[in-house]
Structures are given as structure tokens and as C-alpha cells.
């Protein structure tokens, strides 16, 4: 008796993170302009062989920060600009003819590597080349290991410690005189340094002290020449001050004005005879002092000779003093832990060993249901002879990942042994083993995209296929491009592909259809046709969805 496909085990998506709402696109392949809504659910892309459904996908896949290439730019355009909406949220990608891309989140250009991380937790995408991630022992050990987080973060624990230890005995265990190289080397660096004991911003004054210490003779004559003319000569602005003053006594008795110009006249004689004493003092006292040009041209050339070796900034040197003592401590500290170093590596392996068991054992345990589940949901997708199991194989010593390495077991075919799914598997049932995943699994976004899942399938296995799809559509946002009537007939949103020449160029425009359009769609795609028979057809396929 055939099984009932299993529930999703995974949880849902954070549900603070939105589906897609909204896709922009402009001038990527054929077209030339689109703006396309999207919903909660199932959505499905049908169309005729060659009209640019995966267009959509190739859209999508730029904003995950798939590689650029100028070839996706419509002919005769400066670029292609790919914007998606979630929520309140926007992501963009535009690539230039000259191959140059910009990526931005919220209209701030960041990064290629933030806008794939930020898309990354929205969107999934499973194209048929992506499916041939699975063919990695690392994602094939990681589905497994998804099941058993606490397992695997202790073994991951465990290994950072040993591995820590290790590396430090190591460097214990090299030459006697490579260490006591390194730590003269280490011990002259950081003396040199603290010797000279550098300080943030002292360059500046110093270099403004040497620039004056060096021009004493040109500022004692600029300050001479300044008091002639201020002061000391026959006739100076001091003298005409003052004669100015009294010239306005007279017309001061009569005139409220005459007299506040009077007394400002005076304030201006005294703050000219405070400037000459200021101008007096620097002329006179400007005597050079070998011995402090000496000192300031002595400790600018030790901060620039420090900066030359470990620069090329103070701070920079700073830094380079504070790693040079942090390497010193640990060469001391190595020094006094070795007699005890090799007795806690290998007490650290042998608890890595005990940990790494464990991992195993749950490893074993869970391996077996996870497997029925997932070839539970196989065999329902045209495999019906599928045989599938996760193989430890253990290492010939510990890994970063545990002590055994994870590969899927796959046959598709009745009488045939298992093999590396790497090995046997066809690219359509690889795209049908991602899609037991994501619904065994769960997604990790709350989008999911599937382009072609469809391959090579037809009759009741794309009936299960379609069950499949809509049932992960569940929990899900789920964008499908399909070529089957039976996945489409699924489809809570159905979206027309259309390619036309308008102006001697081809256009690809995508529009939602009503249950009209619906219809004629499916039936299209049952018979190639709108026939009476086609129609009847597509009708009772959809009435069978609802």
C-alpha cells in the first residue's frame, strides 16, 4: 500500500520576512519592460517553446547575485535593470553593456556579496543546473545534519577546540632556534617601539615647532619691520593715532558721535600698543636654540623611521606594537604550557572522538526515516522503483564536519544497485529529488522558485508533481515555469509567457489570465489547441484542482 507523502519537518520561514510582491524588470533579453505583481501560493509560468518563460527566473537570479553577463541585455540597450519588491523592502541590480553591475537595498548601492546575502533569505531558487548542488557530499552531509543541529554544533565545538590546541602544539614542535628567532626578532620590534613610546597626533605640533625653529631669523625680522612701522620709526602708525586723537578733542566737546569716535580711535592706540609689546618681545627673544631644533629634528626622524618599518601611520604602529606584545605573550605562554600541551591535545581528541560518535549514532539513527520520507515523496514524482539511503563512510581522521563522510545512495530503476546519486542521477530526477527536499524539508525562505522541475515527466507523475508543488505552496510562496497542463492547473495565479515582433523587434510580455485565458492555456498545453475537445479536457482537469 503507497504511503501518504509526508508532511514538511521544517519549520516555516521567519515570519517577518515577506514574500516577493513585486517584480520590475527592463531591457533583460527580450524584454523590454515588465512590471508583475505577485501573490501568496502557487503561481505557475506557461508559454509557447521559445517565448522567455525562464526570462523570470534569469530576473530573480541576478537579484540572488548570479553572475552578470552582457548577453542578458536587450539588444541595442545601455544596460538591464532588475528591481524586486518585498514589502516595504526593495532590492536592485542593474549591469551596464560595458559588464559593470551595481547592487542596491533600499536605494543604497552596497555590494554583490550583501545583495545576495540579503536575497538569500527571501528567495530559493531551483533551476535544473542548481539541482546539481546535491551532488556535493557537503550539501548531501548537510541535509542530514539539518535534522540534528544540537548534535552537530557540539561536534563543531569540540573540533574548533582540538583543532586551537592542536595548531598551537605544532607550533611548539617547531625548531628551538626558529622560536628563539622569532622571539628576538618579536623582543627588539616591540622595545623599539616602546622606546620610542609614539603618540597619536604628536607629528603635527612637532612639524609646526621644526617649521618655526628653523625660520627664527625670518620671524625676529618680519616682528622688527612690523615695530619700524607700528612704532619705532620717525613717523609711525602709532604717532598718527595719537595725533588723530587730539585732533578730534576740539569736536568732541560739541558732538556726542565726534566723541564715541574719539574714544574707539583710543581703544584702537591701545590695542596697537599691546600688539608692538607682543612684536617687541617675538624680536628681540627669536635667538635660535641649536639644542631644541636638535631635539624636535631628532624625534620627528625616530616617529618617521618607526613609521617607515611598521607604518604607515602612528596609529598603524600602535596597532603593529599591540599584535607584536599579543604574539609575545602567546610564544611565553606556549613556552611554560608545553609539558602539559601534548597530554590536553590528546585528551581534547579523545572527547572530539567520543563527540564525533555521537554525532554518528544520531547521524544513524535519523538517516533511516529521513531517507523513507524523502523516497516516499520520489516515488510519487514518476520514480516508483526509486531506492534511496544516506551512507556513513567514515574518515580516515577527524574532520571539520565529524568523523564519517554523508553520501545519498540513489537508484531510479528496478534491479539496479545503488550509487552516487552524483553518478546515476539524470538531470530531471535530480530537479525531482530537490523537489522531495523542499517538501520533506521545508524551503529556507518564504519564496521558492522552480524552473523545469517538470523535465522528462508526464502522465500521473506530473499529477504527483503538481500535488507536491501545491502542497509545499502551503507554507510557501511558490513560482513555477512549467510546460505541463497539470502543474498549471494547479496554480492559484497562472501567468502567460507571449513572445511577439512589434516594430521588427521581438518582445516577451508576461500577463496574468483570467479563467478564460486560463482555460484556453491548459488546453493548449494538453492538445496544442482550443478544439471543443482540448476545452472540455482543460475543464475537467481544473475542476478536478477545485
Known amino acids: 500500500m503507497t504511503r501518504k507523502a509526508p508532511r514538511p519537518t521544517a519549520v516555516s520561514p521567519d515570519p517577518v520576512l515577506p514574500p516577493l510582491a513585486r517584480l520590475e524588470v527592463r531591457n533583460l533579453a527580450t524584454i523590454q519592460t515588465l512590471d508583475l505583481p505577485f501573490q501568496e501560493g502557487l503561481s505557475v509560468f506557461t508559454g509557447e517553446t521559445g517565448a522567455g518563460k525562464s526570462i523570470i527566473v534569469d530576473a530573480l537570479g541576478l537579484l540572488l547575485g548570479s553572475r552578470s553577463n552582457t548577453d542578458l541585455i536587450r539588444t541595442g540597450e545601455d544596460d538591464l535593470l532588475v528591481t524586486g519588491h518585498w514589502a516595504e523592502e526593495i532590492a536592485s541590480r ?12 533600499d536605494g543604497e548601492v552596497v555590494s554583490l556579496r550583501e545583495l545576495q546575502e540579503w536575497a538569500q533569505r527571501r528567495l530559493t531558487i531551483h533551476w535544473q543546473h542548481s539541482a546539481v548542488s546535491l551532488l556535493t557530499p557537503a550539501n548531501q552531509r548537510a541535509l ?23 595548531t598551537r602544539l605544532e607550533r611548539l614542535r617547531a625548531s628551538e632556534r626558529e622560536r628563539a628567532r622569532q622571539l628576538d626578532l618579536l623582543q627588539f620590534q616591540a622595545q623599539e617601539i616602546a622606546q620610542i613610546a609614539p603618540q597619536i597626533g604628536e607629528e603635527e605640533p612637532l612639524q609646526a615647532d621644526l617649521t618655526r625653529l628653523s625660520n627664527l631669523d625670518t620671524i625676529a625680522q618680519s616682528a622688527a619691520h612690523a615695530l619700524s612701522l607700528l612704532s619705532d620709526a620717525d613717523e609711525n602708525a602709532l604717532g598718527f593715532l595719537n595725533e588723530a586723537v587730539r585732533a578730534l578733542n576740539a569736536g568732541a566737546r560739541y558732538d556726542e558721535t565726534t566723541g564715541q569716535l574719539q574714544t574707539e580711535l583710543r581703544e584702537a592706540v591701545a590695542s596697537v600698543q599691546a600688539v608692538v609689546g607682543e612684536l617687541r618681545a617675538v624680536a628681540e627673544d627669536q635667538a635660535p636654540d641649536p639644542e631644541e631644533l636638535a631635539r624636535v629634528e631628532a624625534r620627528l626622524g625616530a616617529l618617521g623611521k618607526l613609521r617607515s618599518k611598521y607604518g604607515p601611520t602612528l596609529d598603524d604602529v600602535l596597532t603593529f606594537h599591540a599584535q607584536v606584545e599579543d604574539e609575545l605573550a ?21 572527547d572530539l572522538t567520543r563527540v564525533g560518535a555521537a554525532l554518528d549514532a544520531a547521524r544513524r539513527k535519523r538517516a533511516g526515516p529521513l531517507a523513507q520520507d524523502l523516497l516516499d515523496v520520489i516515488r510519487q514524482l514518476g520514480m516508483p522503483h526509486a531506492r534511496l539511503e544516506f551512507q556513513l563512510s567514515p574518515l580516515a581522521d577527524a574532520g571539520p564536519h565529524g568523523l564519517s563522510d554523508v553520501t545519498l545512495q540513489f537508484t531510479a530503476n528496478p534491479g539496479e544497485d545503488l550509487a552516487p546519486l552524483a553518478d546515476v542521477a539524470s538531470g530531471g530526477e535530480l530537479s ?67 513572445k511577439s515582433v512589434e516594430g521588427g523587434r521581438t518582445v516577451s510580455r508576461v500577463r496574468r489570465l483570467d479563467q478564460q485565458e486560463r482555460l484556453e492555456e491548459v488546453a493548449r498545453m494538453l492538445s496544442g489547441n482550443t478544439s471543443d475537445a482540448a476545452l472540455q479536457h482543460a475543464r475537467e482537469l481544473l475542476h478536478a484542482v477545485s
Open 144 to 166: 542530514l545534519d539539518r535534522q540534528l543541529p544540537a548534535e552537530h554544533a557540539a561536534y563543531a565545538s569540540a573540533y574548533r577546540t582540538w583543532l586551537d590546541a592542536r
Open 330 to 350: 602567546a610564544l611565553t605562554r606556549d613556552e611554560q604550557d608545553a609539558g602539559t600541551l601534548d597530554a590536553e591535545v590528546a585528551a581534547l581528541h579523545a
Open 94 to 105: 542593474r549591469v551596464s553593456s560595458q559588464g559593470r553591475s551595481t547592487a542596491r537595498l
Open 432 to 498: 525531482r529529488v530537490m523537489l522531495a527536499i523542499s517538501t520533506v524539508l521545508g524551503a529556507d525562505t518564504p519564496a521558492v522558485v522552480f524552473d523545469e522541475v517538470d523535465a522528462g515527466i508526464g502522465g500521473s507523475a506530473a499529477l504527483a508533481v503538481a500535488a507536491q508543488l501545491r502542497s509545499l505552496a502551503r507554507t510557501r510562496q511558490v513560482l513555477v515555469v512549467t510546460h505541463l497542463a497539470q502543474i498549471a492547473a494547479q496554480a492559484d495565479h497562472h501567468y502567460k509567457v507571449e
